[in-house]
């Protein structure tokens, strides 16, 4: 208590000084706690809007092959069919679920007449298989049920609809559940309304359908317009990747270095290259913040050299009347810490809170940033911020508490 007393009638006799060598703590650990909090918040939105598939799925497109093979010539249009799927399902042990996805019109130009009684719209309408929704794991279920097996067995002229298609045919969504639309003249009852959480919810304005009753009812034969995988856990989504497209290419008698004939987009390279844009981001966070967080630390010290400068004198009568050097050293050490702990833990709070409080604002009003959600930041890399900036204090007061403890007392006696 004496130390404290001690360190704390120092302090007060250089307010000023004191008061700026804490801000500069304060203000760097605030920085680099808000800085953290926004890359993660930038990071969870580009998550949820990136994509509404799993990281680790594999969508397979067909299209013209571009190296003679074979005999057969450039320019020929590859299909793929429900014979191809049956194969990736026999002959490939590392897939988990596997789909297919049938549109109805073209990708480019889907939209087709949907009405019921006296409204009506144009939307997307496309046929899957019953696994389609657990590699669209991101959309969201708010009434009715998914598109299962049975649907598919049977024939069943049953739609899931997004919130779009709803918002337009129907007053409530509630409305929508059980009721018969139509699809260019057919009818189909709808048993499930969903929302789409990736993609800004652009699949809201889509329906879709047991792939079986879509044949059954438009057409198509046994072509699909493409194929999409999601591995079995722990297997290499990139290695899975390989495997299906030797299949194919084996199958459709395509050149093994025909990279065009069979168009490939595995979001699991593409979550890679989006993980290392977003860890070179949080190193450059952390840069900044570091660079900021020594700049306080400067002060620190430049401010313990001036206190082990003014109190020469005090220091030597100390060493006179029987002092050792440790406990000067561990005095001067004490208010370096103090400072820095105290402005430091005031930043730590402070930061946090903002970012909760900025969290808890855009969830009670509701807004959706496509570039910023829920910024956090993860408890021990608060805590190990602060540990960091306390060890960096102890740097920081060492080097001077050191020399006050070299000083001879006669040298010190004789300063002015």
Do not use: C
């Not at 191809?84 to 007449?113: H, K, W």
């Not at 652009?202 to 999601?230: C, D, N």
């Not at 591995?231 to 989504?237: L, N, T, Y």
């Not at 060492?398 to 403890?405: E, H, Y």
């Amino acid at each position: 208590m004496d130390s404290l007393q001690e360190i704390l009638f120092s302090l007060r006799q250089n307010k000023l000084r004191t008061a700026l060598t804490a801000f500069g703590v304060f203000w760097g650990i605030l920085m680099l706690i808000l800085l953290l909090g926004a890359g993660r918040g930038m990071q969870n939105a580009f998550a949820e809007g990136w994509s509404n598939d799993v990281s680790d799925s594999i969508w397979i497109f067909p299209s013209t092959t571009s190296v003679p093979y074979l005999g057969l010539p450039i320019g020929r249009q590859i299909a793929l069919t429900d014979s191809d799927m049956a194969a990736v399902r026999q002959q490939i042990p590392g897939v988990g679920y596997l789909s297919s996805e049938n549109p109805l019109g073209s990708f480019i130009n889907s939209d087709i007449s949907v009405t019921y009684g006296p409204k009506s719209g144009s939307f997307g309408v496309l046929g899957v298989a019953d696994q389609y929704f657990n590699i669209k794991e991101k959309v969201r279920f708010d009434d009715g049920r998914r598109l299962n097996r049975l649907d598919q067995d049977d024939n069943r002229k049953v739609v899931v609809i997004g919130t779009r298609v709803s918002e337009r045919l129907f007053t409530t969504h509630a409305e929508a559940m059980g009721k018969e639309i139509l699809i260019n003249g057919i009818s189909f009852k709808v048993i499930g309304l969903f929302y789409d959480k990736g993609n800004q919810g652009r699949m809201s304005e889509r329906l879709y359908m047991p792939v079986s009753a879509f044949k059954k009812s438009f057409g198509g034969g046994q072509e699909v317009a493409l194929i999409t995988v999601r591995p079995k856990p722990g297997v290499d989504g990139i290695k899975l990747e390989e495997d299906i497209l030797a299949l194919l290419k084996q199958r459709h008698k395509i050149a093994p270095d025909d990279v065009r004939a069979i168009e490939v987009s595995n979001k699991a390279r593409e979550a890679e290259d989006i993980n290392a844009m977003f860890t070179g981001l949080n190193m450059f966070i952390w840069l900044v913040g570091i660079g900021t967080l020594l700049a306080g630390i400067v002060g620190v010290s430049n401010i313990m050299i001036i206190t082990v400068k003014e109190r020469t004198r005090e220091i030597g009568i100390r060493k006179a009347l029987g002092a050792n050097p440790a406990s000067i050293v561990w005095s001067l050490l004490f208010e370096s810490v103090l400072v820095t702990s105290v402005a430091g833990y005031g930043g730590l709070v402070l930061g946090v809170g903002i970012l909760e409080g900025v969290a808890a604002l855009l969830t009670s009003l509701k807004i959706e940033l496509p570039f910023f959600q829920q910024p956090e930041i993860d408890l021990s890399i608060a805590i190990s911020a602060l540990v960091l900036l306390i060890l960096a204090g102890v740097l920081a007061g060492l080097m001077p508490a050191l020399r006050a403890a070299r000083i001879m007392p006669v040298e010190a006696m004789k300063a002015e």
